[in-house]
């Protein structure tokens, strides 16, 4: 949670708790740079996109564009996040980044294949804040599931080049958090990817679902998706509920934190990937919070249906303006939608403790 978001949580969230379409700035706004990327992953539903608009002729954000929405968001407090594909592919990233963080606390998601001893430090150098690292397990599961051989070590060296430099500039960031997505193929490595975690200097792992809903991921046809359930989750060959509470009992020992996302218990991640979980005590307020910016500049709530394009409007005028108003009416008449299943932004209604 973010700078502002903690302490002033029941405050931000007052528009979506009585139902309005407006909403007060946002507390992060996220940036897809890119949709190429390095590797092959399986579960990636995102190439579908990359293929769809790698013929489109329509050009990135540049790295002076992204600097101009930045501005517009409130300085030393909007979050910036960065993710891909790829973010190390965006031609510009150092340029990016630098920029960024001079005004704004910034995170990204990366493989980590990209990031060598010289970008380490000027990571480290520019005080940017948090690193989600995409490890899907220990080295053959991940590998397996990347496509591509020497990426699980890749992330590692990465992982651990970062944290030296943290301690030769004696700097306290970037935090760095390992994502794992969980499959039937990585479920039995968890334990041991827990186990690695502390001594590389990572402190916090999530655990996410596998998200089947492609139009989180592809550009969507019109808001019918809504109503449209996601494709069924590859089920997993054993006790899911009791292998996740093994993890978060392994982690408690090694005081790593462990994090399921979305917020749910053990049973619930089951029953997901049982295909019968129940979505009535979870709601969503992320389209009241934050802002998802593609790399041609359209702006998402979080399917990807145009709410407008920065190339083309103000960020001020696209966040409350009539057609993201509208959605927000929706949702929150809806609470979610048929589509949400899977998705790591939901937020439970009467919040458990994850490990339960």
Known sequence: MGIIEKPLKGFIELPFKIGVGAAFPPV??????????????????????????????????????????????????????????????????MEILASTARRNPVGFTTNGALIDSNRAKEIVRLGIRGILFSIDGTEAAHDSIRGVP??????????????????????????????????????????????????????????????MQAYRFTSAPDQSILYTAPAPVPPVPRDLAKAIREVFDRAAQLKVTMRLKPESAP??????????????????????????????????????????????????????????????????????????????FMSRTNPVRSGT
């Open 267 to 344: 049973d619930t991640f089951a029953a997901y990937y049982a295909n019968r979980m129940d979505l009535s005590g979870y709601s969503c307020s992320f389209p009241w919070k934050n802002i998802i910016i593609s790399p041609y500049g359209d702006v998402y709530p979080c399917y990807m249906i145009s709410m407008g394009n920065v190339r083309e409007q103000s960020l001020a005028k696209i966040w409350n303006g009539a057609t993201f108003r509208n959605f927000r009416r929706v949702l929150s008449k809806a609470r979610l939608f048929p589509g949400c299943a899977g998705c790591c």
């Open 150 to 211: 020497g990426t699980f070590r890749k992330a590692i060296e990465a992982i651990r080049l970062l944290d030296s430099w943290k301690r030769s500039l004696e700097r306290p960031y970037p935090e760095i958090s390992i994502n794992t997505v969980i499959m039937g193929d990585n479920v039995d490595s968890l334990k041991e990817l827990v186990e690695v975690a502390p001594e590389i200097g990572v402190r916090t792992v999530e655990v996410q679902m596998m998200d």
């Open 28 to 93: 992060r706004v996220n940036f897809t740079l890119c949709y190429r990327c390095n590797l092959n992953c399986r579960h990636c539903l995102q190439r579908g996109e990359f293929r769809k608009m790698r013929g489109s002729g329509l050009q990135e954000l540049t790295a002076s564009e992204v600097a101009s929405v930045v501005r517009q968001t409130l300085p030393g407090l909007t979050r910036i996040g960065l993710c891909g594909g790829e973010i190390f592919l965006h031609p510009e990233i």
